[in-house]
Each structure stands twice: as C-alpha cells, then as structure tokens.
C-alpha cells in the first residue's frame, strides 16, 4: 500500500526506468562548456607569430657586426640586414615564380600518410620546423588566426588563400619506391582535395607507366589524368634562372665575372643541380651585406644620415675611386682637375656624387644589356645566354668595325637585314621583358631609333622595287661581288681577285649596311662594371670564399687535422714542441701517424701495442713486489687506453682511411682516397 501511495503521490515518474536521459539542471541555462586545451610543441608555445618574425628579425640584424673597425653605427648595421632581407627576398621570389609551391618527396622521408602530409604541409607554406617526430600528433600551425595540426591539409588551403599560389607541384621522386597501399591513398586524399588546392602530381618513373599503373589501385587511378613527358635538360632551367636572378636589370647585386664563370663550370662538370647554383647565389648575397660596409650605399636614394665619416674615408682607399681620379687628372683639363679635388677633399661633393653614383649605374646596366641583346640579335653571338653575359662583364661588349658583329650584319641580305633591323627597334622602344629591361629614354638611343627607321623604310622601299622589276641586289661585302681571275703569263698561273661592278641598287644597299654598322660601332663600350665609380658596393667578384664552402678539399683538411691537430684545438697539450708522437695528442691523431708509417695492411693488435706503450709513458712491466691495488690501478689504466684506442680507430674508419680486410680477421686495410 506504500508503493502505491508513493506512485499516486508521483514520487516515482517514467524517466526512472530509462538507460540515459538528458539532463537539465534547474536553473534553466546549461552553464558554458569550458574550452578544450590542447597540448601543443614547445615551439608553439612561445608566442604569436608576430611575435616569432619580430623576434627572428632581431635575431637576423644581432648576426650583422657592426663593420669599419666597429665604428659603423647600429642603424647601418640593421639597414645592411634589411637590404640583404629585401634584395635576396625579391631575387628568390623571381627565381621561385613566385605562384607555383614545389613539393619533392622521397621514399625514403614517406613512412606513413601522416609524414607525408607534414612534409607537403610544411614545404609547401615554406615554414619548416625543427621536430620532424612522427609521435608529436599534437603540434599546431596557426594560420590566419587559427591552429591547425601540423598534417591538416586545412592549414595549406588556408595559405593558398592567401597568397593566391596557382599550382603546388607534389613530385614523387622514386615513384617505383612508395609503397603501392600508401601510394594510393594518398592520390586518392590529394585528389579529394583538388577544387580547393591546386595540387598537380609529377611521378619520376624509371621502368614504365604500365608498371606504375598497375601497382596502383584502380580506385586511385581513375583519379588521375595526366601525360608522359621527359624532363628538361639542366641547361635550359639554368638559363631562365640566369636570366631573372643574375642578369636582370633590377637586380640589386651584380657577380663579377670570375665568380659567374666559376659558378657555372661548376655546373657543368660537377652535373650540379639547379638548387646548388641558387645556394651559391644565395651565399654570394649573404657575403656581400654581412661583410662590406658599403652596400648600405648600392640603392638609389641612401640617405645622407646612414652615410658617416668613416664611410667617406672607405670611399677614398676603393681601387675604383683611385681609378677615377687617375683619369680625371690624366685629362688634364680645368674642370676635371677641379672635379678631383673636390673628391678628395670636400665630403658635401663627395656624398652627393655617391648619390649620383647609384642611377649612373643603372643607365650603364641597361646600355650593356641592350648591347648584348644587338649582338644576339645580329647573329654574332655563340653559345648560351649566360656565357655571353659573362664575357661582357670581363671584357666589354664589343661592337667595332672589326667586331664580328659588324662583320655578320655585313653578310646578311635584305630580309635578313630588314629582320635584324626590326628587332634592334624593339629593343630600342619596348626593351626585353624578360630581362626587365625597359625602353631607352637617352638621347642617343632617341638618335640611334630614328636613324634605323629611316634606314628601314629606304632597305623596304628598294626590296618592294627590286622585287617589281626582278632583279637581284648584292653588296660590295658579299661574296658575290668578288671575282677571281686566273692569268697565264711565262707559264705561271697567278690568280687575282677583283670587285665587280656593282649597280646603282647595289651601292645604295651598301650604304644602308654602312649606316646601320655606324650607328652600332657607335655603342661599342669596353668599359667593365670594376671600371665604374663606386662599384664595389654593388658588385661582389670574391671567388675565395664560395669555392672554400662550395669546392671543400676534404682530404686537405683532414689530413691536417689530424697530423697538426694544435692549428684546430690551440691547446697546450696538441702544440709541437719536440719531434716525434706525443701522448697528449688526440687519439685519433696519433692512430693517423701509426697509420702512416705502415703498409697496405695494418695488424690492429700490433698498433695497439704500440699505442698502449705510447700513452702508457713507461715500456717496463710491474715489478714483483707490487700490490694489488697497483695492479687494479693499471688494469683500469689499460682499460681507459683501450676505449681511447678503439674509439680512434672507429673515427679513422669513419673518415674513410681504413675499412675491414677480407684476407686477415684480426688486420685492417687502408683505402686509397681518390
């Protein structure tokens, strides 16, 4: 009677007999659900991203020493910084395309999908991070004010947003090394992501397509449309990187040619990469702001506050500030002397011809460019682009009467002259755009412009009339015009050469091709970017310390390592002070002269003996008498030797003087460097 007094009070309701029911507290509002942290990377914590790229930039401007015996002012230093940022910034962006992202990926670096989409990920925004570790799934990236994990593929769409990237070229390198299940899946992830990032795939196929389909699952082939195609030769990559980073005309930095004829034999007989050309370029960059206290002068419009008394006395003591004043004296006129004088000895003059110094240089850069594009264009240049242009920055560019320029438009016909002609034009009035080189506003090149118009119109006018009336027109230049006449006198056969009789059409064709190598001669310039004023801040020619970083000698440098270890370590203990192996030496250094001494093949536990009485100090054994702790104290002795010993010979196996012998278990065997 209680239960059922209980029910019909309603103590009991229909909510009671059920699994799980949703509660709702009294109070009416459900309180709000706190935020969920999550464990993020060490990195991750320490700030915003502003305050990361603030902190790197103060970082990158504390590497730059002031310069000028420590006397250059903290605002130089950071502007030199600055430069460097902006100029190679701007260079790598050309070289990069600036809308493409390249993604290369190996099978060796594709353990798993998550590896793969971090390596994408993080290549393809270009911000690498130091913890590679497949076990950290907790790291975020933030991007655009949210955090991502570091193999979200929302976070590379988020930067593709952003910086309207038009392609992300993901290249398989040894496609035939994937996994086939892993391969699959990630076609099948990439391709699911296609309206939203732009992903191509380029596969390195070393067997054949067939092959590579067929280890594919068909669901992930049907995902894929695309093409054979073979890979473009070195060369070609080459020049167009030539083109946009070295010898553009806004490039901040002119390589002198010692150092561009180094970089580029290098490519050719070391077959280097594309990647290795940039390094050197990039380390050219590097070398050229953090050491030279005057590229804080190279752009146009430098401040007269950055420019201090140091920097005008540094000035004075450069090869192409002696060099400018030797010719300015040399001329001997009134002006010029007075103009010498001022240099040396008034700073006011000296700054504003710095100042001056700037757009001289590139007015003359252009001039040298458009030079060299006429002599492309005249036929008279052999070889790639880029030897070319190295040869005019050590030589000049050469456009005399005895040029071979001079002498290939000398051979040319009407059409071919009437071609060449149009395309010095367009030099003349729209430049090149590849080279970024805009159209001539000096008077001259207004001058040269007009008179080839003229030139043109009149080789057009007696092309259309040779053409009605058909005959042929020859110059005196072609060969043509030469006749060889044989005469038999005193039965002697002498055979002379004689011009024929040209015609009225012909001799005014001949003027035309006079004219026109007139006003060409009229360019010819041997003048080097060394000759120009102030060229050591915009030009850096140093082959020294790119061939030490670039070329190393190894084999130098190790075997000098190790037989002087005293120029490395500069302590006490390595310096020579008597002949013959010292105990105190490294182990190491003294297995390398044990080393030397021995032939092909080394017995270890004859160099162990040697060693041990070396480093031991003493060849005589333990008397008698001694005690046991005598005895313990040279076993641990022994011991210690013995951990130094075969630690020195693991280092010299390491650095590939000896390696294990078949013929002898307990010998080594020296390797022959090459």
């Given at each position: 009677?209680?239960?059922?007094?209980?029910?019909?009070?309603?103590?009991?309701?229909?909510?009671?007999?059920?699994?799980?029911?949703?509660?709702?507290?009294?109070?009416?509002?459900?309180?709000?659900?706190?935020?969920?942290?999550?464990?993020?990377?060490?990195?991750?914590?320490?700030?915003?991203?502003?305050?990361?790229?603030?902190?790197?930039?103060?970082?990158?401007?504390?590497?730059?020493?002031?310069?000028?015996?420590?006397?250059?002012?903290?605002?130089?230093?950071?502007?030199?910084?600055?430069?460097?940022?902006?100029?190679?910034?701007?260079?790598?962006?050309?070289?990069?395309?600036?809308?493409?992202?390249?993604?290369?990926?190996?099978?060796?670096?594709?353990?798993?999908?998550?590896?793969?989409?971090?390596?994408?990920?993080?290549?393809?925004?270009?911000?690498?991070?130091?913890?590679?570790?497949?076990?950290?799934?907790?790291?975020?990236?933030?991007?655009?004010g949210k955090r991502y994990l570091d193999y979200d593929l929302e976070a590379l769409y988020a930067y593709v947003q952003t910086q309207n990237c038009d392609q992300i070229f993901v290249a398989f390198q040894d496609s035939e090394g994937f996994d086939s299940s892993l391969l699959s899946d990630l076609i099948t992830l990439l391709s699911s992501w296609r309206p939203r990032i732009p992903f191509s795939l380029l596969f390195g196929v070393a067997t054949s397509v067939e092959l590579l389909q067929a280890r594919l699952l068909k669901s992930a082939c049907r995902q894929i449309y695309g093409g054979q195609f073979d890979d473009v030769q070195t060369d070609t990559i080459l020049e167009s990187v030539f083109k946009g980073a070295v010898a553009a005309s806004d490039v901040p930095l002119r390589?002198?040619?010692?150092?561009?004829?180094?970089?580029?034999?290098?490519?050719?007989?070391?077959?280097?990469?594309?990647?290795?050309?940039?390094?050197?370029?990039?380390?050219?960059?590097?070398?050229?702001?953090?050491?030279?206290?005057?590229?804080?002068?190279?752009?146009?419009?430098?401040?007269?506050?950055?420019?201090?008394?140091?920097?005008?006395?540094?000035?004075?003591?450069?090869?192409?500030?002696?060099?400018?004043?030797?010719?300015?004296?040399?001329?001997?006129?009134?002006?010029?002397?007075?103009?010498?004088?001022?240099?040396?000895?008034?700073?006011?003059?000296?700054?504003?011809?710095?100042?001056?110094?700037?757009?001289?240089?590139?007015?003359?850069?252009?001039?040298?460019?458009?030079?060299?594009?006429?002599?492309?264009?005249?036929?008279?240049?052999?070889?790639?682009?880029?030897?070319?242009?190295?040869?005019?920055?050590?030589?000049?560019?050469?456009?005399?009467?005895?040029?071979?320029?001079?002498?290939?438009?000398?051979?040319?016909?009407?059409?071919?002259?009437?071609?060449?002609?149009?395309?010095?034009?367009?030099?003349?009035?729209?430049?090149?755009?590849?080279?970024?080189?805009?159209?001539?506003?000096?008077?001259?090149?207004?001058?040269?412009?007009?008179?080839?118009?003229?030139?043109?119109?009149?080789?057009?006018?007696?092309?259309?009339?040779?053409?009605?009336?058909?005959?042929?027109?020859?110059?005196?230049?072609?060969?043509?015009?030469?006749?060889?006449?044989?005469?038999?006198?005193?039965?002697?056969?002498?055979?002379?050469?004689?011009?024929?009789?040209?015609?009225?059409?012909?001799?005014?064709?001949?003027?035309?091709?006079?004219?026109?190598?007139?006003?060409?001669?009229?360019?010819?310039?041997?003048?080097?970017?060394?000759?120009?004023?102030?060229?050591?801040?915009?030009?850096?020619?140093?082959?020294?310390?790119?061939?030490?970083?670039?070329?190393?000698?190894?084999?130098?440098?190790?075997?000098?390592?190790?037989?002087?270890?005293?120029?490395?370590?500069?302590?006490?203990?390595?310096?020579?002070?008597?002949?013959?192996?010292?105990?105190?030496?490294?182990?190491?250094?003294?297995?390398?002269?044990?080393?030397?001494?021995?032939?092909?093949?080394?017995?270890?536990?004859?160099?162990?003996?040697?060693?041990?009485?070396?480093?031991?100090?003493?060849?005589?054994?333990?008397?008698?008498?001694?005690?046991?702790?005598?005895?313990?104290?040279?076993?641990?002795?022994?011991?210690?030797?013995?951990?130094?010993?075969?630690?020195?010979?693991?280092?010299?196996?390491?650095?590939?003087?000896?390696?294990?012998?078949?013929?002898?278990?307990?010998?080594?065997?020296?390797?022959?460097?090459?």
């Open positions: 009677m209680a239960v059922e007094d209980d029910k019909t009070n309603g103590t009991f309701s229909q909510e009671d007999h059920q699994v799980a029911y949703i509660f709702s507290p009294e109070g009416g509002a459900a309180a709000a659900r706190p935020a969920k942290k999550r464990r993020v990377s060490k990195t991750g914590a320490k700030g915003k991203g502003s305050n990361n790229g603030s902190s790197l930039a103060g970082l990158g401007s504390s590497l730059f020493v002031p310069l000028l015996n420590g006397a250059e002012s903290a605002a130089c230093v950071q502007q030199r910084h600055r430069l460097y940022e902006q100029s190679w910034t701007k260079v790598n962006t050309r070289i990069q395309s600036g809308s493409s992202r390249f993604v290369r990926l190996r099978s060796n670096e594709a353990g798993s999908l998550k590896a793969v989409l971090k390596r994408i990920i993080r290549a393809g925004t270009s911000k690498p991070t130091e913890n590679d570790d497949e076990g950290d799934e907790t790291e975020e990236k933030e991007t655009d390589l002198g040619a010692p150092l561009l004829r180094w970089m580029l034999d290098r490519q050719r007989d070391q077959v280097a990469g594309i990647q290795s050309f940039i390094s050197s370029l990039k380390y050219a960059y590097m070398c050229h702001f953090f050491a030279n206290p005057l590229s804080v002068l190279a752009q146009p419009g430098a401040g007269e506050k950055l420019i201090q008394p140091e920097h005008l006395e540094a000035i004075r003591n450069t090869p192409s500030f002696r060099k400018h004043v030797e010719i300015a004296i040399d001329s001997g006129t009134s002006e010029n002397l007075q103009h010498a004088r001022s240099l040396l000895e008034d700073d006011a003059y000296l700054v504003a011809r710095v100042q001056a110094s700037a757009s001289e240089r590139g007015a003359w850069m252009d001039e040298r460019l458009r030079s060299l594009l006429m002599l492309e264009a005249a036929g008279a240049q052999h070889g790639a682009f880029s030897r070319a242009y190295v040869d005019a920055m050590g030589e000049g560019v050469a456009m005399s009467e005895h040029s071979n320029m001079v002498a290939s438009v000398r051979r040319m016909s009407m059409s071919e002259l009437a071609a060449t002609i149009e395309r010095f034009l367009s030099l003349l009035r729209d430049g090149e755009p590849s080279l970024g080189l805009a159209s001539c506003a000096e008077r001259g090149g207004e001058t040269m412009q007009s008179q080839l118009e003229m030139q043109l119109a009149s080789l057009r006018a007696l092309a259309s009339r040779a053409e009605e009336d058909g005959f042929s027109v020859r110059s005196r230049y072609s060969g043509q015009s030469k006749v060889a006449r044989t005469t038999v006198i005193a039965q002697r056969v002498q055979l002379s050469h004689h011009s024929a009789t040209l015609k009225e059409e012909d001799k005014q064709f001949t003027d035309i091709i006079d004219t026109v190598t007139g006003l060409l001669g009229a360019r010819n310039d041997d003048t080097t970017p060394s000759g120009m004023f102030l060229s050591e801040s915009w030009l850096y020619d140093a082959r020294a310390p790119s061939k030490d970083v670039f070329v190393p000698r190894a084999r130098v440098v190790f075997e000098r390592s190790l037989a002087r270890p005293h120029d490395y370590l500069a302590c006490e203990c390595c310096k020579p002070d008597h002949e013959g192996l010292q105990a105190t030496l490294p182990a190491t250094a003294i297995l390398y002269q044990m080393y030397l001494e021995t032939g092909n093949l080394i017995n270890v536990a004859d160099m162990w003996t040697s060693f041990y009485a070396l480093v031991s100090g003493q060849n005589e054994k333990t008397p008698d008498d001694d005690d046991a702790m005598d005895e313990d104290e040279d076993e641990e002795k022994q011991r210690e030797a013995l951990v130094m010993f075969y630690r020195g010979l693991a280092e010299l196996r390491a650095l590939g003087y000896v390696k294990s012998s078949k013929k002898k278990t307990d010998h080594v065997a020296k390797v022959k460097w090459l």
